[in-house]
């Protein structure tokens, strides 16, 4: 079989995202950088640009970035089978270790170590998160534009009560509509 195949990728893909799931504590945005350092450094499947496209996708598409952005990366390597295998691959290290978890949660919950282990994890997934923030921010142009949304939704997602998603389909129509009228008047 070549080594190209769908199938090669396919497992390629699993093996890539099973490992970004059973080493990456803290949830999906946590998973956010692993994923980029895999599938754009490492590997070479697609560039920044794209990785960031599908960030966005998988954050405004329902569900867990991590496995949205999963499926997104494996169909686009691999097409369905990728899909499901970089999905399976994602979902899987956390479905085991729930399933462990779950039959010694009493136990597990009153070992004081365990208790101060998740606070750390809190504190590194912050620390992952304004790191991919600063990788990102590199990539999009800073214009007055990007700075204005960038702030109104921050402080929408932060300090008010509406949810994420209307103010991701806010911003999408926002910027389409200032894209609509930047090339209405170039032409």
Known sequence: ?????????????FKVFFKIGMFTFGGGYAMIPFIQKETVEKNGWISDEEILDIFAIAEATPGVIAVNTATFVGYKIAKFWGSIFATLGVILPSFFIIL???YFIKDFLSIKLAAYAFKGIRAGVVVLILGVIKKFSHKNKANMFNIIITI???V???FTSISTIYILFIALFIGIAKNMLTRKKEL
């Open 1 to 13: 079989m070549d080594k190209d195949s769908v199938f090669y990728k396919s497992i390629d893909l």
């Open 100 to 102: 462990i978890i779950s």
């Open 152 to 154: 109104l939704v921050f």
């Open 156 to 158: 929408a997602a932060t």
